[in-house]
């Protein structure tokens, strides 16, 4: 089945640091890939979106681009700052062919937090 | 702009009891998602629905129910709490899949319960 993988947490850094957080994803066919971001007490909100290679989702200073050859979707920001300590959820959707509905697949999930 | 509403916030339940969670959407959209986040395993898949009176299991359905009896509303039942069942639940609704088939999901601000 599809699955998705981030790299493990919790993530600290100063403000104004240069942030990556990687996921890799395993699935068949053509799947769409999220970042959705989740804030303290909130629910999930959409960050950015891909949905198909080498598209690239950008929001709010962060980008991600939909690699089919390394099966990535790296999450970047050049500048973070401490409004986006958040955790950070790398997801997809369609992977497994035929009607998905929309379901969809999460990573674990990456907690960041950026100091003063 | 109330988008995604879930009640309660809040509850606690001893091993037993049973209780329904609410999720009510006003963006008109088909597909509805219960899923349930625990600490480093992102989120899961416990039912959706792809319209009005209709359900499906997801990844972890065992020990819930669910009903759409309405476009708008999407029920969690739990039956017989358990203390496994201890964790943050969301809900999500998304558009239906069109020509642009992975529509993001919309999420509420999670229901936290505790099982006894």
Redesign the interface.
Known sequence: GDS?TQMEGPVTLSEEAFLTINCTYTATGY??L?W?VQYP??????LL?A?KADDKGSNKGFEATYRKETTSFHLEKGSVQVSDSAVY?CAL??GAGG?S????T????TILTVHP | NAGVTQTPKFRVLKTGQSMTLLCAQDMNHEYMYWYRQDPGMGLRLIHYSVGEGTTAKGEVPDGYNVSRLKKQNFLLGLESAAPSQTSVYFCASSYSMTGDRHQPQHFGDGTRLSIL
């Not at chain 1, 999460?106 to 999930?109: D, H, M, N, P, R």
């Open positions: 998705v799947p769409s999220f959705y007490g909130e629910g999930l909100q959409l979106k949905t959820f959707s369609g009607t509905y929309g379901k969809l999460f990573g674990q999930g």
